[in-house]
């Protein structure tokens, strides 16, 4: 079989999905684009001949190419789909794509910022306005303690003098730490540091002034409502555009920045696992990466033998 046997059938098959299953001509572009990369590899060879070894070829030639996974993944997904079609059309043993994987999305290591400009970002004190307080306390607790926006914002404040309230999250200010409630229900207890306990303690000065339907919530908005998770991304990232940074700040940079600067200085990632409620080690081992970059820089930076 010749190459433009095969493009006549990859012809056939678009013409098909065009006819049939009326597809978008941009989809049908990207599918055409696809096959006609599966006939240039098969040149004369028949594409009914290819075998999953050679399928397997044709994608690791694409990954040593620097193609990124997202785009071999739908390669072979429009592959499999035309030799599913082929089938019903020559004798073929089996569709050569099944059981070939895309290789692993690399996974993106979480940002973190440097020291000083995390402790620039929420020790700025701005106005003395409840709305203000209540985002600088909200703001240092987070790179405090490492909290999950979501276990912020359900914190209370508890009243140990009433046995009727219990609370599955809350602030213990004379303890300087917080009982948080994260996922799957795992309760954990984190220290909360000095310069978060004092603008907790500014904040909790004017919190009872808003205090109406939900007198136990720890941070309530102007409403007098239990702040939500969306106002604290939207207040965060007006803070960070206000001080001037120019990255995308939202809450969990914050607590990947905790993360990160605790492992810098301890290298006890068992004690960042806690902290962090993380069920398991391999989901706080991203930040080894995260510290082996910053230790990486200082080596390029400060070593003899590094500098060019």
Known sequence: ???????????????????????????????????????????????????????????????????????????????????????????????????????????????????????????????????????????????????????LVALDVRDFSNSQYTSLAWLDHAQAEVHVTGKGNKQRIVPVGKPALAALQDWLAVRPSLVKLEPHALFLNERGTRMSVRSVQLRLKAHARMMGST???????????????????????????????HSSIAATQVYTALDFQHLAKVYDATHPRAKK
């Open 247 to 277: 990255s995308d700040v939202h809450p969990h940079v914050l607590r990947h920045s905790f993360a990160t600067h605790v492992l810098q200085s301890s290298g006890d990632l068992r004690a960042v696992q806690e902290m962090l409620g």
């Open 1 to 151: 079989m010749s190459s433009s046997d095969n493009l006549q059938q990859v012809h056939t098959y678009l013409e098909g999905l065009r006819t049939q299953r009326q597809l978008s001509p941009n989809t049908l572009s990207s599918y055409a684009l696809d096959l006609a990369e599966l006939a240039e590899f098969a040149q004369e060879r028949a594409l009914s001949s290819l075998s999953y070894f050679d399928v397997r070829q044709l994608t690791s030639q694409l990954h040593a190419k620097q193609l990124n996974p997202r785009s071999i993944a739908r390669k072979l997904s429009s592959w499999r789909g035309f030799f599913a079609w082929l089938i019903q059309q020559v004798e073929m043993p089996a569709n050569p794509v099944e059981g070939v994987k895309a290789p692993k999305k690399s996974k993106s290591l979480p940002k973190a910022l440097g020291t000083d400009d995390a402790v620039h970002l929420v020790a700025h004190h701005g106005s003395d306005q409840a709305s203000a307080l209540a985002d600088r306390a909200m703001f240092e607790l987070l790179y405090s303690s490492g909290l999950r926006v979501s276990e």
